[in-house]
C-alpha cells in the first residue's frame, strides 16, 4: 500500500506538472532556507561550547557610568590590578586568567614575515579553553617568558609542517621566540580567537602598560573560572565588596558574565544583557520559517484548489473500502514525496550557496555529512513540512462524503468564497509586503546614514599602521613623503581616526561640579597636522603649531566636550588629563567615529610622544592615485623593510561602519524577494486553476459577447481584493515594526509616504502581472473549445 | 437479503419537503437480478445509493443481511463495504494515477489482504476478462467498454455478495452494452451474485429476472422478468 501510494503521488506529479513546478519550487526555496538556519544556528550556539571547561568561565565585565547614576555601555575591558587581586583574595576562584585583545602583529621565521593576529595570555588561559595540543603541553606551553604558541594552520604558514617545536620566530622585527607547543586552530566559533599566543609575562616587557598595575586602563580581558557549585551571584557581591574595601580608587563597579552566553546575549543596556547576535539568530529564524510556511501554504491552495479532481476520487476510493485514515495517509504521502524531492534539490542547493552564505556572515559552516544530528534534524524537516503542508488539503479532502463527490459536475464549494484559502493567500502576501516595506525603509536609513556629513573630508584620506622602524623614524618618513609629492599632509596618531579605543575618566576642568569626573571621555595622543589632514573643522583656537613650543602641553576639544564641560570660552583654560596640566588652544567641531548612528563620547586631542599606532595620510590629487600609493609603498618599504606596506582607504573604513545594517538590508532584500516569487507563483497557481475551472462560464460569456477585458476583470477582481485586503493589513503594521526598528538609532529616517507607496505598488504591480498573465490566456481560448470540453 | 421497510427520503427546499422518494417497500432475495427502471429523475438513483449506504434515508427502515442499517457507525459501515458490495458507476470512476491493474487490486488492499493472494486474484480477474495485456495500462488509454470491465472487475475482486450498478451501460455503445450485460447475467446466475441495476433500457432490464418500475418517488410495479434473455 505504501509503495502504491508513493508510485501514485508521482504519477499525479508528473500528470499535473505545473502545480508540481510550483510546489517544488518553493518548498526547495524554503528548504534551502531552513537548512542554512539550521547549520547557522548550530553554529552560533556552539560558540565556545567545544569543550566542557568552558561551562565554568565568566569574563569580568565593567559598567560605565554616565555620571547621573546610569550606565552608558558595558565591556569586557578590566585592568592590569583587577586579576592579581581576584587571584589573592577569592577562594571561589578555581582560576584567573588575564588576556590581551588580539591584535595583528609581524611574527617571522627566517625571511618570511606575516601579520596575523597575536595575543597575549597567563598560562591559566589553558584552563579555560580546551586547546588541543599536537606538540607541546599545557604545563610547559607558556613558562619561558619567549616563548610561543601556534596554530596547526600559523605552524604551517610560517613553516609548512606541523613539529616545529624549538623552532625560532621573531616578533615584530625586535624580540625572538621559541615555538613551545602547536594546537590544533580554533574553531571560528569560539571568542579571543587568535593565530599565536605568548606569555603575559612577555606582553610587560613589549607594552609597559601591561607591567604596571593600574585601576585606570581598561585595556585588558580578564577571565575567571569558578569552583564547581558555586553561584556567579556570590561572586559578584564579593566582587563590589572586595573592590570597595581593597581601596582602589576603581569607581567602575565590576560583574561576572558566562563566557559562553558573551557572544549571543554580549549587548548590555544599564548594565543588564538585553540581547546580542541572539537577535540576528531570531530574526533569521522567523524569516526562514516565513519563507518555508509561504510554500507550505502554496501547497495547501494548489492542493485544496484541486479539491474537485480529487473529490471523485476520494468518494470512489470510500466506496471501495477505503476508511479516512487510509485517505489522510495518502495524501500526507503526497506532501511527503514533495518534500522529498524538495530537500534533495535543497541539499544541492545548499552547498552551493553555504560559501556565499560564509562571506556574506562572516562565518563558516559547512554541512555535516555523515553527522547523525544532522541526518535527524534534516527527517525532522522533512516529516515537518509534510505534515504542515499536507495536513490541512488531507482532512480537508478526506472529509468529502461520498455521494457530493461522486455527483458528476457537483461544484463543491463556489470557487473563493470567504475561505481558508483566501485567508492563506492574505497571510503569504501580508509577509511579501512587510518585507518589501521592511527593505525599503532600511535601505533609506542606510542612505541617510550615509549622507550625514563626516565631519571629516574622507576622500583621498588614507591611514597605514605606525609600526617597526617607521616608530623611530616617522619624521624622517614624513618628509620623504611630503617631498615625494604623494602626500600632501600627514600625521601620526596612537589611535586610529575612525575608531579610537582610549577610553578614560580621569579629566578635570575648571568650574567641574562633581568631586570625580564619571562620564567617559576619549583621548588621541598625536603630533602635527591632526586637523590639517583629516580636513576637520575649527570652531575656535588653532591646531598646533611647531612654531609654538609651548603647544605640546595644549589640548584641543571636540565641541561636545567643550558643552559637557561647560566652558563659555575655553581656549586657555587649563585642564587635567589624567594627571597632566594642559591649555585648551582649539575647539573642533564633532566628527564620526565608532558608531555612525551614535553621537560619540566627549574627546579631548593632545599632543604625546611617539608610541607607534596608526599614521594618516592626505594623498595629492594633482597625481594620481596610483602613482601616489606606488611612491608611498616603494618609500615606506625601504625604510621598514621587516613590515609589509597596508594601507586602507577612509572612505572604505567609514563604509564598513554600516555592514551589520547593510547586512540586515541585504537579508531583507534576498527573503523579500523569495517571498513574493514564492507568493507570486501560488497566486499564478491559483488564477490558472481558477481560469481552468471556470473554462465553460468564460466560453458561454464569449459567445454572449463579453470582451475579453471584461473576462479579464472576472477572473483578477476576487484575487486583486485579496492583495488589496493584505496591504490594507500588512502596510500600517510593518511600517509600526519598522519605526521601532528606526528608534534604535540615535539619528534616524523616518518611514514616509514614499515608501509606502511604493511597496504598495510594486505590491499591485507583481500580483497583476501574475494575475493578468494568466487572465490573458484564459480570455483569449476559443470559446468553441470551450464549449466542446466535456 | 434486503429489506427495505417504508423507506422515505426528502431534501427540505425553502419550507416546503421536496420528496425523491414515498413509502418505498421492498425485499430483495440473495442471488436475484433486479433492475430499476423509471423516468429521469423518478428516485432511481436515490434507492440505489440508499441500498449502497451511501445515502441515508430520511425517514423508515433497511435491513441488510438481516442487520439495521440505519444505525449503523461508520465504521461498521466500512466493513460491509470492503466484504460485500460491489459498486459499477456509469462513469466508470476509475482512478486515473492506478493502472488497470492497480486499480482492481485497490479493494483488496483496503481490506487488508496478503499481497500473494491479491496478485493471484488480480491475475485471475485480467484472465477471466481477456485483459491480460493491458493491465499496465492507464484508464485514459482504454475505450469506455474496457473501461467499464474494469470496473466491473473491481467490484468482483472482493467477491462480494451484492453488485450495485448505476447505468453501468450508459455510456457505452450497444454493443460493448449487450457485453456488460451477459456478464452480469453470466456472475449472477453462475456465481449467485445479488445484482440491482439502475437501467433506462427495456432490453438491458431484460437480462435481471425482476423489475421494480419507479415514478416519482413510488414503487409503481414490481414484475419478474418473463422470458429471460
Redesign the interface.
Known sequence: ?FK?NI??AL??LL?NKPAALINITGLTIGLTACLMLLLYVTYERNFDRHDARTTRVYGVMTNVPDGKGGITATFDGTTTALAPMLRQSLPALEAVCRLSYGSIRLIASGEHAFKKEARFAEPEIFQMYGYRFLSGDSTTALADPHSVVLTASMAKTLFGRLDVTGSRLRYQDQYDLKVTAVIEDLPLNSSNRFDYLMPWLFYETVDPSAKELNWTNYSFITLLKLKPGIAPETVNKSLVTLLKSSGSDSEQPHFIFPLQRLHLYGKFEQGRSVGGDIEQVRLFTALALGILLLACINFMNLATARAGRRA??V?????????RR?LVFQFLTESMVLCLISVALAVALAELLIPAFNSLLRVQLNVGYFNGTTWLALLAIVLFTGILAGSYPAFYLSSFN??GS?K?NAPLRRFLPFSMRQVLVVVQFCFAVSLIVATLVIYKQISYIKNRPLGVEVQALVEMPLEGNLKTRFELFKKRLLASGAVSAMYQSSVKLAHHSSNFTDIRWPGMQAAVNRVMFNKVGTGYDFIKTNGIKMLAGRDFSPALPTDSGGVLLSARAAKIMGLKDPLGKVIQVMGERRTVIGVFADYVWDEPAKTNNPMVVQMEPLRGGSMTMRLNTAHSLEDNIAAISKIAREMNPAYPVELSFMNQVYAGKLESERLLGLLSRIFGGLAILISCLGLYGLVSFSAEQRTREFGVRRVLGATLLNIMQLLSAAFLKLIAVALVIAVPLSCALMNTWLQGFEFHTSVSFWTIAVATLLTLALALVTIGLQAVQAARANPVDALKYE | MIELNNIEKYHPAKGIKHYVLRHVSASIASGEFVSVMGPSGAGKSTLL?IL?M??EPTYGTYHFMGEDITSMN??KR?EL??NHIG?V?Q?Y??????TVQ?NI???L???KIVASERKSRVADLLDRFNMVAKKDLFPSQLSGGQQQLVGIA?ALV?EPSLILADEPTGNLQSAQAAEIMSLFRKLNREEGITIVQVTHSEKNAQYGNRILTIEDGVVRTDTPVAGQL
Not at chain 1, 468518494?315 to 476508511?323: F, R, S
Not at chain 2, 470512476?93 to 492506478?98: A, N
Open positions: 500500500m502504491l508510485r501514485i504519477r499525479s500528470r471523485r476520487e468518494g470512489v476510493k470510500k466506496t471501495l473500502g477505503a476508511d487510509s461520498v455521494i461522486l458528476r | 445509493n449502497g451511501l445515502e461508520e465504521r466500512i463495504y470492503r459498486f458507476f462513469a470512476h476509475l482512478i486515473d494515477e492506478m492497480e487490486e485497490a479493494p488492499i483496503y481490506k473491481r472482493a
